[in-house]
């Protein structure tokens, strides 16, 4: 009697391990589709010479360098590279929103 008591609860207990680890694993695949955002993707795309230099000199030298943006956090200057980084993403951001919002 014993015996099968002992057995009913670890099969009790191993099929309450399975339901939670499935209902874990589905709760954690909703919740990463829902939180999908233009930072999960990957771009790459060449800069010739000539657009880095006409970034850095209109686009990097009006917002930076003349308006004084600093690091996010910091003290320091943006980057050439990291504001082209930031500038890029808040770019597409932009585009992809009024994209959205028109064809809603």
């Given amino acids: 009697m014993t015996t099968c008591l002992i057995m009913f609860i670890a099969l009790l207990f191993s099929r309450v391990i399975i339901y939670l680890q499935q209902t874990m694993k589905l709760g954690k695949l909703e919740q990463d589709a829902s939180t999908i955002t233009a930072g999960d993707f990957t771009v790459e795309m060449n800069i010739s010479q000539p657009m880095w230099r006409l970034f850095k000199d209109e686009i990097y030298k009006k917002n930076v360098i003349d308006a004084g943006l600093k690091e996010e ?4 200057l943006y980057s050439p590279a990291l504001y082209l ?8 951001g932009r585009i992809l929103t009024a994209y959205l919002q028109y064809k809603i």
Avoid: F, I, M, P
Avoid at 85 to 92: I, P, Q, S
């Fill in 73 to 76: 956090g910091g003290d320091e």
């Fill in 85 to 92: 980084k930031k500038y890029l993403t808040d770019e597409v």
